[in-house]
């Protein structure tokens, strides 16, 4: 049996306020509707379930003890590629692609709860990554609920943070949404009856079959963990004989709902803050449910940076430019926008340590760092060639050395803002910023490089993926 050794989350900068759906969708609803309250954390234009896939996992990494894992599995029913690892890109990404094992887990909601359990029962230390940027149709219920994010967590067969006493696992056909392999968005069933059929009949009795297999009662359940509405999780908890106390408080109202990766984000972040001793039961609910039986052996040491991603939203305020930036309405932004954005796969392939991983160059001799790595060291003192070796600026940091915005060059969210920075250790590269605002950039201003989409060929239907610049939090 393996057990949790770090686990990580990411949440997109922009929130899309529920009010300011609906002051541009009320018209649609019956008049005296319940105020709408609350925000969704949704993605910027070049963010996706991989993009932020990648940044959980970096979280989860640097507050992991071990040195390397075995075995990739992303979870997500919103993958960007059909017939493309997208694990092996998450891999690679991170710099570790080559022997390590990747696999996509998708299908229903409950792919990653599914993936997590099958985790837990084996020794092969692995790095579970669920993620889902899950779209609704302007106007539907589903657009005031649905957000994105993602959730990562490193397991190991050594001794851990926490580990798994017992899970059950129910597969149902139960269809309480849908979406076929062409669609956009999903088809939602009547609520009463995703409730009533659901939640209420389904739930309690695997939540039984998994106690009972961990030999432990519902009173030790200290914290119960089950997406879904606050009043369906208080009616399951009341079923099943956990205490009123012990429901953890959903963040759907406040990020939305995260998909298959809901549970394992709620999860993140109730093991920043569980004592030693906590035993917690976490709900996975889509075609089916899973139920996991955990026990905290020890707490978090790390700052609640889960916690504090909740907090450090930042309004979208403009509802028009949220449809544009999530290909939901199509934009014309004129004759700007025409380069064709063709990739040259046999470059992209030869070049994949830069343009992935962001590899560069450390010179042995002078220890100058520079991007891209090449034979010569770039310091006019040095000179020498032959001399570097590979070195990963993403976990860097950098600062803003020049900066430009620029209204006249296209950018899906405009103004394309780009220029130099310099790196922690040294050297400089001109790239592309990303998460701000018209002049809130500044010369001096710490900086942090995010995974993200580069551009889009919607000739051929592909993403073309590299890092940005983004403030430092």
Known sequence: ?????????????????????????????????????????????????????VAAARRCLLQ????????????????????????????????????????????????????????????TPTLLVAAEKRQAKPGSPQEMALGHGAAAFVL????????????????????????????????????????????????????????????VGAAAVTHFICPGSPAIARRIAQTCGFAAESVVA??????????????LFTLALTLESAPAGATLVVIGFGQGVDVLVLRVNRRAQHEPAIARAIDNGVPEKSYVR???????????????????????????????????AFIGGRCERCHSVQFPRSRVCVNPQCRQTDTQVPHRLADQGGRV????????????????????????????????????EPGELQVEMPVSFQFRIKDIDKLRNFKRYFWKA???L
């Open 1 to 53: 049996m393996s057990g949790i050794y770090a686990c990580g989350a990411y949440l997109p900068r922009l929130r899309l306020e529920r009010s300011t759906i609906a002051a541009a969708t009320g018209w649609m609803n019956p008049p005296g509707n319940k105020p709408a309250q609350g925000a969704r954390a949704v993605c910027n234009w070049d963010e996706d379930a991989l993009t932020m896939g």
């Open 64 to 123: 992991s003890p071990l040195t390397a894992v075995a075995r990739i599995e992303f979870a997500s029913t919103t993958l960007p590629f059909a017939d493309r690892s997208n694990a092996g890109l998450l891999a690679a990404a991170l710099a570790l692609d080559g022997a390590v094992a990747v696999a996509d887990v998708t299908g229903s909601l409950r792919c990653a709860t599914g993936a997590l359990i099958q985790a837990f029962q084996n020794s």
């Open 156 to 215: 190991s067969g050594d001794s851990a943070a926490v580990s798994m006493l017992g899970a059950a696992s129910l597969a149902r056909d139960f269809v309480d949404h849908h979406r076929d392999a062409d669609a956009g968005f999903d088809y939602a069933f009547e609520e009463r009856w995703v409730r009533d059929e659901g939640y209420f009949k389904l739930v309690p009795a695997t939540i039984r079959q998994a106690l009972d297999g961990a030999q």
């Open 250 to 263: 959903d963040t759907a109202a406040r990020v939305g709902n995260l998909g298959s990766a809901h549970a």
């Open 322 to 356: 949220y449809l544009s930036n999530n290909q939901l309405i199509d934009m014309d932004f004129g004759m700007r926008a025409e380069r064709d954005h063709r990739s040259a796969q046999t470059v992209a392939y030869r070049r994949r340590d830069a343009l992935t």
């Open 401 to 436: 050395k020049t900066f430009t915005e620029d209204w006249q060059a296209y950018s899906p969210r405009p103004p394309f803002i780009y220029g130099n920075v310099t790196f922690a250790e040294g050297g400089n590269l001109f790239m592309e910023f990303c998460d701000l």
């Open 470 to 472: 983004t403030p430092a």
